[in-house]
Every structure is written in C-alpha cells, then in structure tokens.
C-alpha cells in the first residue's frame, strides 16, 4: 500500500487551480447590512430611502467581499452622514427572489445611538425615531416590529 502525499502538499499550484474551480461553481449571494439604532428613550431610526417607496432600517447592500460590519458603517456614513459602532448581530435573515432581484441574504446589528437629530441627509429623506406602533406604521409589512424589545 502506498501513502501518496496529498495534492495540497505535492502540487499546492494545483491544489488552488482545483478550489478555484469548486469557488467558481459555487452559488453567489447578494448581501446586505442593516443595525437598528436606537435612541436613549428606546426609540429606533427608521429612513425613508429616495430610491424605493418603503421605509427601512438604516443600512444597505455590501460592496464584494465587504464584511456585513463593514458595509452598514459604509451606509451609514452615506446615506446620513453617521459614524457609528455597530454591536451585537441579532440576527441572519434570507430575503427569496423578487423582481428582478435575487435572493439575498441579510445582516441585522444593532447599536445605541448618542446623537440626536438632525444629521446630513443625504440618500434619504424623512428619517424619524420610532417606538413600537410607530415603527410597525412606517414599516414594511410591519417586520420592523420585531426589533422594539432587543437590548444592545
């Protein structure tokens, strides 16, 4: 019986050849990164973004190989002109296809925010702090609800 070396010792060139193949083969995913910022009286920020009819939590769609953490503190200093922290990850939701888009997957931190308002509005008009009845009136289809209890 004989012990070959495996192909990532005796041809590591090849060894990377064969992943990039299996990489290449592989699903792609769109990713996006939203954080509900509250306020110190517990309110959340919610936007009303220019470029669709629907309010949103603050956040938006990662640039290739951007990590999520990256991309909503990108948004966030884009569309409003914040810098903020983001903490914990809440959650990890899969958004299905919808026309014309593909399925995404989505990231949804959360953090406190010390500022009040105004700041630079810049993609988005009428962002408001919300409260529960609130934030499920603006949001869409009421999913935004599900955020209000969340401690960060």
Known sequence: MTSEAPLYERDP?????YLAEGNAKQARKRVSADVIL????????LVDPRYKPDWDLPGGMAEANEPPADAVRRELCEELGLEV?????????WVSPHDPWDDLINFIGCSSFGVRWPVRRRVCTGP???????A????PGGSVSTARSHRC
Do not use: K, T
Not at 13 to 17: I, K, L, P, S, Y
Not at 85 to 93: E, F, I, K, M, P
């Open 13 to 17: 060139e090849a060894w990377r050849a």
């Open 38 to 45: 509250r306020d110190g009286r517990g309110r959340i920020l």
């Open 85 to 93: 922290r983001v903490g914990s990850l809440l959650c990890v939701d």
């Open 128 to 134: 408001a702090w919300c409260r529960g009845r609130g």
């Open 136 to 139: 499920r009136a603006r949001g």
